[in-house]
């Protein structure tokens, strides 16, 4: 039900390496659990609002002060690279 | 020979204006302006693990009052939804922004349609660094500063009302100075508080369906995105003419060698999955919210210059001058009515002598030209108690140290000579040492009239009025 | 000594401590022990010793079991993945900060599957937690580290996640009490994200009234998740000792179909005990109930698929090397998260991806409508509603890692709830097999106090001795009082 091409475009999207292997096996996991994910198209939900949180809360405003920010070296400590006070990737082409 | 093809060009514009609140959009940091490297930052614009969004207040403010500003409907319930994409200046792989419910949507302005204003956060800055000389396409590795991360935008969408570079660039000067006046933004263009992408298309004239349509990104000045427009549109029409399609993509234009070049084409089709960001609820908007909203709102620009066109007689220049440089309008309004001067040479003196002294781009309010002391100036010039020319001199002294017209034409002498007994003695001396000249006039040739109004001037430093200068030279040469 | 220390309810230790009849250095240096010495891997990591100053509140000096994947400042906080392994955050997730503000000293951080996907703890990258009750069966799971460690005996009580079931479940699995508050009542700032819309902090412990006493603490409105409401009622200790007036439902769709036996017995007993403490028992309908898991497995994934996007490798946690950008994303990813985690972020990214959403994300939330309505409906001819809280009994370490989706049904009872955002416990009701069985009495949002109250009742003419496994002897003659003391009332 879900291609190899539809899994590897997904994992694409997902930022997500999949071995050959994982991908055979992410194509039937996934095709076994949209199969039962697919009993919500035996609903007629047009006339059914959407709910996206369950509890209504007054909008959650916060005033414009500032907080004190955290330091270069807090904020760069747990970086896995770090060059001239900031996080250093690898170039988007290379 | 059928009639060459005119095209008519179609542009719509998305404007991105960063947000002149004290913190950030989405958290409490303070908004950077040039500090070190990651010092601006704090769990939730660093996407730590578990930080979670809260909306900054006075974003919602700024962005009904650019609501207000661009007439557009503001919606009383909009909602905040995640586009999601993975790129190092994007630290949680989403951008909270507004999707299918934006904060206001229509509106108008200076004759362009808006399509819909909604609020979202600032992407990250990375700076490219290694590798090949620093240039994007050879580094080796990027450096990413949170600083500027999460800090507040608003997103101005044009409907495709726009026909030409100069409409897009009169356009984005009206909408930089009304935000300026309501004082949501630096819209600064060079520090990228103003940032402007342009949809492009041409057609032929008549006809209804848009052409394809290409984008010009992230173009940093005015001049730079008239120009770039003019150079896709010739673009786009030269390939039409040579019966090749235009291929929709983005642009980059650079103002250097007037060249567009395609950025690269990131690997797939953009497909940002937007769906509600479930750490924000809808954002409701209270009447007291509205009432705040209206009560901050100046009287805008384009407001403000029918005003001064129409209730004070300036020239369409000169009122649009005034009205969209907001502090040079203050000034001159504050100038009215601190003095008796008329609204007319108290416009034109404030529009040119004075911002000619003080550079295009300075406050008035700022400069030794008290607003009372340029009324006081205007009015001696037009009262004639002062000549024009002396009133540049006395304008001058203002500029440099300050002070009180008044007293500075006591001391400096610089009060217009008065009536003929004071000028008539000035004259006569005056023909009478020059008098071949004198004999000339007197035989009709009018034109060494000016050497004898030259020794006048000489004599009374400039204080004397030309026009009675001559009207004495004729009485005593009995023309 | 130390067991009777040990089987003292938390309440109990607190009072102790406040009264000066029990030494705090003693009491915590007791579970500490216990727990730098447990043998279940429950624990991630367990403190060297008390940190901080003593704080003098409701709750002094009681060590608290915090799961993994809450933040805590200079602490490991991994939420069961390789790919923060050894994250240390620079901030303390709120309800963690609230909890010490009333007295709790962190013991340590427990186990749990991997960013809090699973029903057994089997995706930690940390290892499996065993289930004190057989150590070759699972805890359950989200939280299994905690619901172990807690009927262990090697906390006095802990805190866990709630998404579909993932304290309820455990808490069954491992015969102690779970509650999954309604969700806003407390603040999820600083716990790492699985699906926004669901996930709710709650508390475990070994009886009703600690449950209550730990849940207390944690609610309340934060300003720094806009989510979060708080509690209308002040959350007070559970008294009643009967059920009278009280009207429970099972839901029509409930037909033993699914269920162990012996669970359906455990679960049919304790409804006799209800009954017999006054209340009434009818059958009600949840037309929409069967539909929740598929709404569930649509809604979790979307949102934990974007929730896990910031696991980058660029500013914190594992990065696997690369030339470019992209392979540097998709390596770390790779590397860094496990089979479960990977399955449900391609789960989720496929249901927002262009064209799906309709059918998948905006349905699922459509389905969540109607449950809540159905809900709705329910407790206006219902006070609670109450099911088995899983459908069996612990079952063996790796009896279900190769079938996902029968792992999935695990959260059949658990999941509805977790849609409407309603509260829900789950208590001991008896056992099976020599299994705990897990009964979930869920009632409307906010309606804490009150299911407290009803679960405090029940729980006391059930009797559950979880004894076996907490390594003491609670109903010794002169011993201390044990965690399931309450008033029997006949």
Redesign the interface.
């Given at each position: 039900m879900i291609s190899r091409d539809q899994v590897l475009h997904v994992a694409r999207l997902a930022r997500l390496e999949l071995t050959d292997e994982e991908t055979v096996t992410m194509s039937e996991e996934l095709s076994k659990v949209l199969g039962h994910i697919e009993k919500l198209s035996e609903l007629d939900l047009t006339a059914v609002a959407p709910t996206s949180h369950v509890v209504a809360v007054d909008v959650a405003l916060r005033a414009d002060e500032p907080h004190v920010s955290l330091s270069q070296e807090v904020a760069l400590a747990a970086a896995p690279d770090v060059a001239d006070g900031g996080f250093r990737v690898p170039s988007p082409q290379a | 020979m059928t009639p060459a093809v005119e095209y008519e060009t179609v542009i719509g514009l998305e404007i991105h204006v960063q947000l002149a609140?004290?913190?950030k959009m989405f958290c409490?940091?303070?908004l950077g302006f040039g500090e070190?490297?990651?010092?601006?930052?704090?769990?939730v614009c660093?996407?730590?693990?578990?930080?979670?969004?809260?909306?900054?207040?006075?974003?919602?403010h700024f962005g009904l009052m650019i609501g207000l500003a661009l007439g557009c409907k503001l919606n009383d319930r909009s909602i905040f939804d995640?586009k999601?994409y993975?790129?190092?200046d994007s630290?949680?792989?989403?951008q909270i922004s507004q999707n299918e419910d934006p904060l206001c949507s229509g509106g108008e302005l200076g004759g362009v349609r808006i399509h819909r204003a909604h609020l979202e956060e600032d992407a990250a800055k990375t700076?490219?660094?290694g590798?090949g000389g620093g240039r994007?396409?050879g580094?080796?590795?990027?450096?990413?500063?949170?600083n500027r991360g999460g800090t507040p935008l608003c997103e101005i969408v044009t409907e495709p009302d726009i026909t030409s570079a100069e409409q897009a660039g009169e356009f984005l000067r009206l909408l930089r100075t009304t935000m300026r006046r309501i004082g949501v933004s630096d819209v600064n263009m060079e520090e990228g508080s103003l940032r402007c992408d342009a949809n492009i298309s041409i057609r032929p004239v008549g006809q209804q369906e848009l052409g394809v349509k290409t984008e010009l990104k992230n173009m940093n000045s005015f001049r730079f995105i008239e120009r770039g427009i003019r150079a896709e549109v010739a673009r786009q029409e030269g390939l039409l003419r040579a019966g090749e399609p235009v291929v929709q993509e983005t642009l980059h234009f650079d103002p250097r060698t007037e060249r567009l070049t395609s950025m690269?084409s990131k690997?797939?089709a953009h497909?940002y999955?937007?769906?509600?960001e479930?750490?924000?609820?809808?954002?409701?908007i209270t009447p007291e919210m509205l009432e705040r909203a209206r009560a901050a709102m100046p009287e805008l620009p384009a407001a403000r210059q029918a005003r001064f066109a129409d209730e004070l007689g300036l020239n369409p220049d000169t009122a649009k001058l005034l009205a969209w440089r907001t502090e040079l309008g203050d000034y001159f309004e504050a100038a009215l009515a601190e003095g008796d001067a008329d609204a007319v040479p108290l416009a034109n003196w404030t529009t040119n002598e004075l911002v000619q002294r003080l550079g295009a781009d300075v406050d008035p309010a700022g400069s030794n030209v008290r607003p009372a002391a340029l009324a006081g100036l205007v009015t001696l010039v037009t009262e004639k108690k002062i000549t024009a020319g002396a009133g540049k001199t006395v304008l001058d002294k203002l500029v440099a140290e300050g002070g009180d017209p008044t007293a500075i034409v006591e001391t400096e002498n610089l009060a217009a000579m008065g009536g003929a007994e004071e000028l008539a003695p000035v004259v006569a001396a005056a023909l009478e040492a020059q008098p071949d000249v004198a004999a000339r006039i007197r035989g009709g040739d009018m034109k060494p009239i000016g050497a004898i109004i030259g020794a006048v001037m000489k004599e009374t430093k400039g204080r004397a009025d030309g026009k009675e200068v001559t009207r004495l030279v004729r009485e005593q040469l009995g023309l | 000594m130390s067991a009777e220390l040990i089987a003292l309810s938390a309440k109990a230790a607190a009072d102790a401590m406040a009264s000066g009849d029990l030494d705090r250095t003693e009491y915590f240096e007791a579970y500490r022990a216990r727990a730098a010495a447990d043998e279940l891997n429950a624990f991630t990591w367990v403190a060297e010793e008390a940190a901080g100053e003593p704080v003098d509140g409701e709750l002094g000096g009681v060590p608290l079991a915090v799961k993994d994947l809450f933040c805590t400042e200079g602490v490991p906080s991994q939420a069961g993945s390789r790919i923060l392994e050894d994250y240390r955050p620079p901030y303390t997730a709120t309800v963690v900060e609230k909890l010490a503000a009333a007295g709790t000293v962190l013991l340590g951080k427990t186990n749990q599957d991997e960013f809090a996907m699973g029903s057994s703890n089997e995706n930690s990258a940390y290892g499996p937690v065993l289930n004190p009750w057989d150590r070759t069966r699972v805890p359950g799971g989200s939280s299994g580290g905690s619901a172990a460690a807690v009927a262990a005996g090697l906390a006095p009580w802990a805190l866990g996640t709630d998404t579909g079931g993932s304290i309820r479940q455990p808490a069954a699995l491992c015969g102690i009490t779970g509650l999954k508050p309604t969700y806003g009542t407390c603040s999820r700032y600083g716990m790492i994200a699985f699906a926004s819309s669901l996930d709710q902090a709650g508390p475990f412990a070994r009886d009703v009234t600690d449950t209550a006493l730990l849940y207390r603490h944690m609610a309340g409105k934060d300003p720094r998740d806009a989510t979060s409401v708080g509690h209308p009622d002040e959350i007070v200790l559970p008294t009643a000792q009967d059920l009278r007036g009280v009207r429970l439902g099972v839901p029509e769709n409930l037909t033993g179909e699914g269920v162990e036996p012996g669970v359906l017995a455990a679960f049919e007993a304790a409804l006799e005990q209800a009954k017999a403490l006054g209340a009434t028992v009818e059958r009600v309908p949840l037309p929409h109930a069967d539909f929740g898991l598929s709404a569930y497995y649509v809604l979790a994934p979307a949102e934990c698929s974007s929730n896990l996007a910031r696991f980058d490798g660029v500013r914190y946690g594992m990065r696997a090397e690369a030339a470019d950008l992209t392979s540097m994303y998709t390596r770390t990813r790779h590397d860094g998260f496990g089979p479960e985690v990977k399955r449900r972020i391609m789960l989720g990214t496929y249901a927002l991806s262009s064209g799906f959403y309709d059918a998948y994300y905006a349905s699922a939330q459509k389905v969540r409508t109607l449950i809540a309505d159905d809900f709705a409906k329910a407790f206006d001819r219902i006070d609670f509603l109450v099911t088995p809280t899983s459908p069996g009994v612990a079952f063996g370490l790796g009896a279900l890692t190769d079938d996902p989706l029968a792992m999935y049904l695990n959260d059949y009872f658990t999941v509805p709830m977790s849609l409407a955002g309603i509260p829900a416990i789950s208590l001991p009701c008896g056992l099976s097999e020599g299994l705990p069985v897990g009964l979930q009495l869920a009632g409307p949002a906010f309606s804490e106090n009150r299911l407290l109250d009803a679960a405090h009742a029940l729980e006391g003419a059930l009797g559950f001795d979880g004894s076996a496994v907490l390594g003491t002897n609670p109903r010794g003659g002169d011993g201390p009082v044990g965690p399931n003391d309450g008033g029997l009332v006949g």
């Open positions: - | 609140t004290r913190t409490s940091c303070g070190e490297p990651n010092t601006r930052t704090c769990p660093l996407a730590l693990p578990g930080a979670l969004p809260v909306i900054n207040a006075e974003a919602i995640r999601q993975f790129y190092p630290p949680k792989g989403y700076i490219h660094s590798g994007i396409q580094s080796a590795a990027s450096v990413v500063d949170f690269r690997e797939e497909d999955r937007y769906f509600p479930p750490d924000l609820t809808p954002v409701t | -």
